[in-house]
């Protein structure tokens, strides 16, 4: 079972037994697998594919298209999200789209991004809805996208985009379609990550428009997903893309039905009660950019839950394949880009590395101390775990890769350091008999001195 661990702040004890017990609860039985398709069809930006298909697929399944956060992976997300999990019980198929680029993050700001049919991933990731619409009987009003952070950014373009292929999308933590618009060949707009851009619904709605001129017909549902403490996209952007999207279909911002499906959160629906409204929207108090992604929720919403229990075998013919990684991708979507950092003034810092190891697991505790006289605000700890180690889960900070390499990241809580104060960090790591600690470490691109 791929579930999502999320250990704030948890003792370093807790922590290792709960992961040992996760370890210990045996998977359903399953032949399905991530298989890699290639030669999919035009894709300008080299996209990879992947391809989830359950053992046992609907009759007229579902199809669903997965996008991954920035640094992350189609496999990462396949791990780190239960979309493969609901598929097994529904019979949907889902694709999960891979960046290439060195950022690993989607394209939502470039022109060619923003136009129909312009260019770079929107064209790729529509060539493997082809791919497999070709393949498989895909029922073709049933066709959906989800995502999180640049995953939810490129769920606005592509139901921007391509508004005859989708019937609905769910986007956790993104920003509306055309808010990330650039014409300098940057990936990033930090006026819009911030919150700063607003426009009137009717302008956020013509973009859209725009994007696919001439188009009339029915317009895809949407559900938005926010944390109210997001520091990467940040909340305001949230109020616009419900204006956006209740511009598109023509809906009175005015919610429909107002809910509390669990504490903290606040559900607005726009142009209907039901649960398959054309607008919906999930406010989160006091959740972090590295929000839960409620995928039940998001198949809910789709109608994907409401098929009848697959009986039907896949085709057999299947399409070609590649073992999928062997190495788990971390499971907790990592910020869409890393928070503005501080160095240590005078190059002050220490790092505490203690490892409690057991056959073939171990876990480390690190504690990162600021000795310099300023404030940090904002940290990266990068370090590179000796050969065999692969981390499987962590706290406190976000993780990548998961191998060689590492860099570890504050999340919204503990950004800041100050002088002669420390943060604890920790995660849990498989290895295959090679214990040792990292030989050093770098804060914010400044060594620091090991104990």
């Not at 791929?2 to 039985?29: D, F």
């Not at 136009?115 to 770079?120: C, L």
């Not at 990162?368 to 692969?390: D, E, K």
Request: hydrophobic share 35%; charged share 10%.
């Amino acid at each position: 079972m791929r579930s999502r661990m999320k250990l704030l702040g948890a003792a370093l004890v807790a922590a290792a037994v709960a992961a040992l017990a996760a370890v210990t609860v045996p998977a359903p039985a399953s032949a399905a697998a991530l298989t890699e398709v290639t030669n999919f069809g035009a894709n300008p930006s080299n996209l990879r594919m992947y391809l989830y298909v359950p053992d046992r697929v609907a009759p007229r399944p579902g199809l669903l298209v997965a996008v991954h956060y920035c640094t992350g992976t189609g496999p990462a997300f396949f791990n780190g999200a239960q979309f493969d999990e609901l598929a097994n019980q529904y019979g949907y198929i889902v694709i999960y789209p891979s960046v290439t680029r060195s950022s690993q993050c989607f394209d939502v700001s470039s022109p060619q991004a923003l136009r129909r049919d312009g260019g770079s991933d929107p064209v790729g990731i529509k060539s493997m809805i082809d791919y497999v619409r070709a393949r498989y009987p895909v029922d073709a009003d049933r066709i959906f996208a989800t995502g999180v952070s640049s995953g939810a950014m490129m769920t606005n373009v592509l139901l921007g985009l391509y508004p005859d292929v989708f019937a609905a999308g769910a986007a956790f933590a993104g920003v509306p379609f055309g808010c990330f618009a650039t014409t300098n060949g940057s990936e990033w707009n930090s006026e819009c990550a911030n919150g700063q851009i607003t426009k009137t619904a009717q302008q956020w709605g013509d973009l859209v428009r725009n994007a696919y001129p001439g188009y009339t017909g029915k317009r895809p549902r949407m559900q938005l997903w926010h944390g109210t403490n997001d520091e990467t996209l940040r909340y305001p952007n949230f109020g616009e893309e419900v204006k956006q999207w209740t511009n598109v279909h023509g809906l009175s911002q005015t919610p429909t039905y107002t809910d509390t499906p669990q504490s903290g959160y606040t559900r607005t629906r726009y142009g209907g009660s039901g649960t398959m409204a054309p607008v919906e929207a999930i406010s989160m108090a006091g959740v972090s950019h590295n929000l839960p992604v409620d995928a039940a929720q998001a198949i809910r919403f789709f109608g994907l839950d409401s098929a009848t229990p697959p009986t039907t075998p896949p085709p057999t013919t299947a399409p070609p394949t590649t073992p999928p990684p062997t190495t788990p991708p971390p499971t907790t979507p990592p910020p869409t880009t890393p928070p503005p950092t501080t160095p240590p003034a005078g190059g002050g810092c220490a790092v505490g590395y203690a490892v409690n190891a057991w056959n073939t697991g171990l876990t480390a505790a690190v504690t990162i101390t600021n000795t310099s006289g300023a404030t940090v605000n904002g940290w990266s700890l990068a370090f590179t775990l000796p050969g065999g180690q692969t981390i499987t889960s962590g706290w406190n900070a976000t993780y990548s890769p998961t191998s060689g390499a590492v860099t570890a990241r504050n999340v919204s809580y503990n950004g800041a350091i100050a002088p002669n104060t420390s943060v604890s960090i920790g995660f849990q790591a498989n290895h295959t008999g090679n214990t040792a600690k990292p030989a050093s470490f770098t804060l914010n691109g400044v060594a620091c001195s090991v104990s």
